[in-house]
Nanobody
Framework: QVQLVESGGGLVQAGGSLRLSCTAS????????TGWFRQAPGKEREIVAA????????YYADSVKGRFTISRDNAKNTVYLQMNSLKSEDTALYYC?????????????????WGQGTQVTVSS
């Protein structure tokens, strides 16, 4: 079992930045690929970014490329999502998810463990 806890969400003005953190406990986090997803009211959950267990392979949704950066520190059991140039359309509940294995997955169904989410609200 892996327990995931997200933090770092909040209210920010358009153009601002936030850094989300996802801290894991329970198992060796370095053996899990990790993804960040988001869900806005009335919309489906969508992938934002993902990272392999080593950190050498990453994926970004087209909507966040060039603005968001995913990274991980396995010594701290933590994955980060640096979000810059935030837009109102980035407003959503952001979730961290983990799957056992080296490679990330684009679909939510590919992940076994989920955090409770952290709210990001971008005001225009």
């Amino acid at each position: 079992q892996v327990q995931l806890v997200e933090s770092g969400g909040g209210l920010v003005q358009a153009g601002g930045s936030l850094r989300l953190s996802c801290t894991a406990s329970g198992r060796t986090f370095s053996m899990y690929a990790t993804g960040w997803f988001r869900q806005a009211p009335g919309k489906e959950r969508e992938i934002v970014a993902a990272i392999s267990w080593s950190g050498t392979s990453t994926y970004y949704a087209d909507s966040v490329k060039g603005r968001f950066t995913i990274s991980r520190d396995n010594a701290k059991n933590t994955v980060y999502l640096q979000m810059n140039s935030l837009k109102s359309e980035d407003t959503a509940l952001y979730y961290c998810a983990a799957r056992y294995g080296s490679t990330w997955h684009q679909r939510a169904t590919g992940y076994d463990y989920w955090g409770q989410g952290t709210q990001v609200t971008v005001s225009s």
